[in-house]
């Protein structure tokens, strides 16, 4: 075959002059074609659009249609450091326990007394604050209990500025995540936390102090009803201070929620309701 032969082939078929075809079609099989997508795909939004709008219907934006139904919360601690829970420092070295005080600080500013006694309001302590719907009349927006810095005591960073860092006696900050609806406790008990050092480690933790008294999270702070319905909500906290911690040692920690109704490391979680750490402290 020629090169020339090769070439004009080509062409034609992008362009024969002959037949008036564009790519082996004429004008109006193309157009046929082009006209077929477009509708095709009006069709395909409209489809969309239109089950995305019943979809919409029937959420309320005040509460999940979809919730876990066996939800057991997960605890988290305060100061982490990256993503692992280990808090290694030396008293001796300012920087190394700083960072711990600073994110301390950061993460309870929105706790101190002020802010909560402007958004959050004087509950009734040891039951729970129940603020339903009636029926189809939403009782929104939901009011929150005040969660004051200062129920840390020692652990709250206004008298110890360094949260007992600097000499030893550190204190760690307990959150149970948050559970839309939940109902912690039992017959009035209120859900409380107990830290305890992974067997290995027993002779080592010392004598802990938890604030508030007996690590509980009051009863008044549930049940949660969402992030929309509760703008102002301040999650519960419990700390946890090391008085006689072994130091230049490690010593890993276990902390447990103990409410009857919430499961501790149920199959599908074995995170749900504990938290575990390491906590060293150099000190030579
Ligand atoms: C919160 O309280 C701490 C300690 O009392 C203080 O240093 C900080 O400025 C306060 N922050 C706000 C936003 O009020
Ligand atoms: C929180 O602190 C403020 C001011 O210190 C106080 O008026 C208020 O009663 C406290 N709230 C609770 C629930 O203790
Ligand atoms: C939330 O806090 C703001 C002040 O920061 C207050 O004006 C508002 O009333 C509070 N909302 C609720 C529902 O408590
Ligand atoms: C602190 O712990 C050590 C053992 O690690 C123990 O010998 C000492 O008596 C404890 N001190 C106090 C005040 O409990
Ligand atoms: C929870 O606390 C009760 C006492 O209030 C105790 O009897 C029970 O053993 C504790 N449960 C766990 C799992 O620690």
Redesign the pocket.
Known sequence: MSKDGEKSGWKEYIWNPRTREFMGRTASSWGLILLFYVVFYIFLAGLFALTMYVMLQTLDDYKPTWQDRLATPGMVIRPKSDETYEIVYDTRNTETWDLYAQALDKFLTPYN?SL??EKNK?CTPDEYFLQEDTGDVKNNPKRSC?F?R?ILEACSGINDRYYGYQIGQPCIIIKLNRVIGMLPGKDGQAPFVTCAAKREDTDKIGEMVYFPPNGIFNLMYYPYYGKKAQVNYSQPLVAVKFLNITTNEDVNIECRINATNIPIGSERDKFAGRVSFKLRINTK
Do not use: G, H, V, W
Request: proline fraction near 0%.
């Open positions: 007394n909560q006694t004087e005040q004051n200062t």
